[in-house]
Nanobody
Framework: QVQLVESGGGLVQPGGSLRLSCIASGFTFSSSRMNWFRQAPGKERELVAT????????NYASSVKGRFTISRDNAKNTIYLQMNSLKPEDTAVYYC?????WGQGTQVTVSS
């Protein structure tokens, strides 16, 4: 079965950085577009970043463009989300997604 397991979340001060990872299994990872979503308390889940199967094309939400970078390692069945210059409004649970499957999420809290 499809499994998506995120890691790397935590508490970080504003301006800091975190790198999230998502290890995938149960499907042909190298042929799959992959996504990162996030959901803040009281808000709808939103798409943060997406990457095509070969990693050539990426897209970002306007709120994170220039600060976040999505990447993948097809040899390791893993995608990453490098998050720099973090802001309090980036606080959310971050989810790895291969439609229609979801990981369990990892909490990111940006606070001083």
């Amino acid at each position: 079965q499809v499994q998506l397991v995120e890691s790397g979340g935590g508490l970080v001060q504003p301006g800091g950085s975190l790198r999230l990872s998502c290890i995938a299994s149960g499907f042909t990872f190298s042929s799959s577009r992959m996504n990162w979503f996030r959901q803040a308390p009281g808000k709808e889940r939103e798409l943060v970043a997406t990457i095509t199967s070969g990693g050539v094309t990426t897209n970002y939400a306007s709120s994170v463009k220039g600060r976040f970078t999505i990447s993948r390692d097809n040899a390791k069945n893993t995608i990453y989300l490098q998050m720099n210059s973090l802001k309090p409004e980036d606080t959310a649970v971050y989810y790895c997604n291969k439609w229609p499957y979801w990981g369990q999420g990892t909490q990111v809290t940006v606070s001083s």
